[in-house]
């Protein structure tokens, strides 16, 4: 069974003005997948738009609490971890730095072990002025037309991990 994203109440998909689910099985097991995605100040080595992540709160790696910024498609955000189960769940909160409206996002990972590797699981969901102006109206689909490329970059990274690793 795959499991799906622990959502705080506030952020529930049912709720959201924007919603985005992406999956994908990977060659690659659990934890060499949760390698990559906890290595936030890295993941432009897979994956090039996420070339400005800063880990704010002194770990070398996303953690319970850690507190990162990114500039994503050009806006420069606050994060927080919210959860994290190593090699299963990792989850943050996000807020546009300068948005007076009060906009904010829930992003959620989930690797559940196959016979494979895993499968890797993500959802988002926006709420708030900026997100439905920016996502829903003006680039629709945007938001999952994003993660999907995340995802397949993430597993390519992983099965060629694990490939380095064999050798």
Not at 3 to 26: C, F, G, H, M, Q
Not at 33 to 44: F, G, I, P, Q
Not at 124 to 135: A, D, M, P, S
């Amino acid at each position: 069974m795959i499991d799906k994203v622990n959502w705080p109440e506030r952020y529930d998909p049912r709720t959201s003005a924007i919603y985005a689910l992406n999956d994908i099985d990977v060659k690659a097991p659990p934890q060499v997948v949760w390698k990559l995605l906890v290595d936030a100040e890295r993941w432009s080595r897979y994956f090039p738009a996420e070339d400005q992540v800063r880990i704010l709160s002194g770990e070398s790696e996303l953690a319970l609490g850690t507190r990162y910024s990114r500039v994503t498609v050009g806006y420069p955000m606050s994060l927080v971890v919210t959860e994290c189960v190593p090699n299963r769940r990792l989850a943050w909160a996000t807020t546009v730095d300068g948005d007076e409206t009060g906009s904010s996002a829930y992003h959620g990972w989930v690797i559940t072990p196959t016979k494979e590797g895993c499968h890797l699981l993500t959802e988002e969901t926006q709420q708030g002025q900026f997100f439905v102006e920016l996502i829903g109206s003006r680039h629709p689909g945007a938001l999952y037309r994003y993660h999907q490329d995340w995802v397949e970059c993430l597993a390519r990274a992983a099965e060629a991990e694990l490939e380095a690793e064999r050798r």
